[in-house]
């Protein structure tokens, strides 16, 4: 069974980091680029970032580039989104998704000061 649990979210100050992680199960993490979206109150869920097979980041929103990163690591099965010097617009539902269809239960992060 294909499964995905992000964690790592929480309250941080304008300026702040954090990193989220993705964990996974159920399938084979070498194989699939792994996707962050992000979706904040009364918006359209959007592409932040996306982890290819051989790590580096793709599609990386235009708001986030020089801010955010993404990384993996296979053995563990589990990817990773960095985020720094976050802005209070940052502040949404940060999910992880797979092709197929699947996706984490997300995680809050809130940039208030």
């Known amino acids: 069974q294909v499964r995905l649990v992000e964690s790592g979210g929480g309250l941080v100050q304008p300026g702040g980091s954090l990193r989220l992680s993705c964990e996974t199960s159920?399938?084979?993490?070498?194989?699939?680029?792994i996707n962050w979206y992000r979706q904040a109150p009364g918006k359209e869920r959007e592409l932040v970032a996306s982890?290819?097979?051989?790590?580096?980041?793709?599609n990386v929103a235009n708001s986030v580039k020089g801010r955010f990163t993404t990384s993996r690591e296979d053995d563990w099965n589990t990817v990773y989104l960095q985020m720094n010097n976050l802005k209070p617009e940052d502040t949404a539902v940060y999910y992880c998704?797979?092709?197929?269809?699947?996706w984490g239960p997300g995680t809050q992060v809130t940039v208030s000061s």
């Open positions: 159920g399938f084979t993490l070498s194989l699939y680029t």
């Open positions: 982890v290819g097979r051989s790590g580096g980041d793709l």
């Open positions: 998704s797979r092709v197929g269809g699947y």
